[in-house]
Each structure stands twice: as C-alpha cells, then as structure tokens.
C-alpha cells in the first residue's frame, strides 16, 4: 500500500494537468468538450442516450446502421450519464480519463511483475506523455479497451486463467477485435491439457481447457 499510494498521486497529479494543458490547447477549436468529442464521440454518445436504432438518422452521416459499434463503452456511458445528466460531454470525459486512469495503475502492476527492474513511475510517465495519448481522454472507447486489455494481460501472467477469461469477454464487447486474445489463452488451455495427460481426473482436466475458451468470445 505504501508503494501504491504515491504512484497513484503521481499519475492522478500527471492527468490532471494533463486536462488543464489541454483545456488550454482546446480554446482555438471551442473548447475542451468539442475538441475531446469529434467522428465516433457522436455515433457513442447517442447510443448512451437513444440505445440502438434501426433508423439512426444521424445528422450529416444519414441513415447508417449504429449497430457497428459495440455496446460495453455506451453501457458505461449510459450509466455515468445518470448521474450528470444536463453534462454529458463532461461526464464523458471525465470517465473515460477515469479508466485511463486505472488503466496506467494496473499496468504499472503489470511492468511490476514483468520487468521488475523498471521503475513503474516510468511507465506513468510514458502513458501520459504519449503524444496520441489525448485518445485516452476523448470520449472513444481506447481507454475502456486498454484497461480489459492489460488486466486480461495482468491475468494471464498471474495464472488466473478464467478471469483473463471473462475479461476477454468484456474486451470482446467493447471491441471485436478483442477476440484476438483468444490466441494466448486458447494455446495456454492447450498446454495445460498437454502438461495434464496423465491425471486421472480427465472431466476436471477437459473443463479447466475448455471452459476458458468457451467463455472468452462470449462478448461477440
């Protein structure tokens, strides 16, 4: 805990004048809610507050299908949205900032436990100095999909096979190409029937590898 609490300061400290610089930079373009909700922010933010239509009717891009966009981040956005609703643009922001945020804490976990001999704080600063890092902020799905993405990661290097499971399955749901961690844990389940041929308790064995695979595309 005392290692935690001072990284989590520092990347709370970092986002935080990260929004402020910026809330600067976004005065020529009007503002900070219109800079960070621009192409897909729309397509997001009518799904968190009319749902799926057959019909979108969506302003200059006519009549296309909003199906093509996942449901797991509109969810979410639905939900915080009940909390503010008269500021939809700033709840987005300050959501998806907010996952961003857990996002870096849990991969300073991850560089923790995969390369030890790297100071996390490192990892901090290079999340928020990435130069497209503004994605993380903008009311886009990046920052739910990178979250399930390096706790799926995380999972998997703890051996907690069904919960990396599961949370592909949410990744999944956020975005279709969250099927491609099926790959790691589809090979791991596979070794793990190999490394177990000759345990008597051949049903258990079967359910510990297919169950995993079973349950990681359910979010498609």
């Known amino acids: ?99 961003f945020l857990v996002m870096i804490l849990i991969g300073a976990r991850y560089v923790q436990q995969t390369r030890p001999n790297i100071a996390s704080s490192l990892w901090v600063v290079f999340a928020i100095l990435f130069p497209f890092g503004y994605i993380y902020s903008a009311i886009y799905s990046e920052a739910l999909f990178g979250l399930l993405l390096i706790s799926a990661l995380l999972m998997l290097e703890q051996r907690r096979i069904l919960w990396a499971a599961v949370i592909t399955a949410l990744l999944c749901a956020a975005r279709p190409t969250g099927i491609l961690l099926m790959v790691p844990i589809a090979v791991d389940r596979m070794q793990h029937l190999w490394a177990g041929q000759h345990r008597s308790d051949r049903v258990a064995l079967l359910g510990e590898t297919l169950l995993p695979i079973a349950i990681a595309p359910l979010g498609l």
């Open 1 to 99: 805990m005392r290692k935690r609490l001072p990284l989590f300061l520092l990347a709370l400290a970092a986002l935080a004048l990260r929004l402020v610089a910026y809330k600067v930079m976004a005065i020529p373009f009007g503002g900070l809610t219109m800079a960070m909700c621009q192409y897909d922010c729309g397509w997001y933010m009518r799904l968190a507050q009319e749902g799926y239509l057959s019909d979108s009717k969506f302003d200059q891009y006519g009549m296309y299908p909003n199906w093509a966009f996942f449901p797991l981040f509109p969810f979410i956005l639905r939900a915080a949205l009940l909390i503010a609703p008269e500021l939809p643009y700033v709840t987005g922001i300050l959501l998806t900032s907010t996952l």
